[in-house]
T-cell receptor
Framework: DAGVIQSPRHEVTEMGQEVTLRCKPI?????LFWYRQTMMRGLELLIY????????DSGMPEDRFSAKMPNASFSTLKIQPSEPRDSAVYFCASRVAGEGGLAKNIQYFGAGTRLSVL | GESVGLHLPTLSVQEGDNSIINCAYS??????FIWYKQESGKGPQFIIDIRSNMDKRQGQRVTVLLNKTVKHLSLQIAATQPGDSAVYFC?????????????FGAGTQVVVTP
């Protein structure tokens, strides 16, 4: 299993530009999560999906951020327009359903996308 | 004034010694906890989990202890190895939260010295 795949690994862009981050969850996983990690705020949940449907987007900072999951194997996180304060590492994670068993609550994280907005 | 970034607490451990990493959680209603390990340049990786109806759970070289009275969680690593050098996070889920929503702690940097 290749694990959760994120692209790009690094993104450098200028303020005002649109940024799109991509994620391929582990096959068979029906939950997908987007996190942001900064030194200031640590690891924050932005949004998560269940069966491609957004369940909780209360962590999305503002309207400049949007996330989609058009199918079970692909999700995007878009920032438009980007600002320097968006600079962070963005992680995608996925897991299987089945909340009852302990092991099924494990989220598997991708390697992250390091975003720098100049 | 300008805000400063989080300064992670650091635990320096000699190779072969046992490590104890502590986490104080905030929500007395949290019913499920996970420890993650994050190596430099990588995403967090699951280590071990525990439900609130347990006070101890053991894995391979790791033990998690839960003290609900004082809202404290600890991770013990036996015979610490250089590969254990990483940032360790605890995460909690409140009973009113869905199974997708976890609150992550700030993390502890573990440095293993030879």
């Amino acid at each position: 299993d290749a694990g959760v795949i994120q692209s790009p690994r690094h993104e450098v862009t200028e303020m005002g530009q649109e940024v799109t981050l991509r994620c391929k969850p582990i096959s068979g996983h029906d939950y997908l999560f987007w996190y942001r990690q900064t030194m200031m705020r640590g690891l924050e949940l932005l949004i998560y999906f269940n069966n491609n449907v957004p369940i909780d987007d209360s962590g999305m900072p503002e309207d400049r951020f949007s996330a989609k999951m058009p199918n079970a194997s692909f999700s995007t996180l878009k920032i438009q327009p980007s600002e320097p304060r968006d600079s962070a590492v963005y992680f995608c994670a996925s897991r299987v359903a089945g909340e009852g068993g302990l092991a099924k609550n494990i989220q598997y994280f991708g390697a992250g996308t390091r975003l720098s907005v100049l | 004034g300008e805000s400063v970034g989080l300064h992670l607490p650091t635990l320096s451990v000699q190779e072969g010694d046992n490590s104890i990493i502590n986490c104080a959680y905030s929500n007395s209603a949290s019913d499920y906890f996970i420890w993650y390990k994050q190596e430099s340049g990588k995403g967090p990786q699951f280590i071990i989990d525990i439900r609130s109806n347990m006070d101890k759970r053991q894995g391979q070289r790791v033990t998690v202890l839960l003290n609900k009275t004082v809202k404290h969680l600890s991770l013990q690593i036996a015979a610490t190895q250089p590969g254990d050098s990483a940032v360790y996070f605890c995460a909690e889920r409140g009973t009113t939260d869905s199974w997708g929503k976890f609150q992550f702690g700030a993390g502890t940097q573990v440095v293993v010295t030879p």
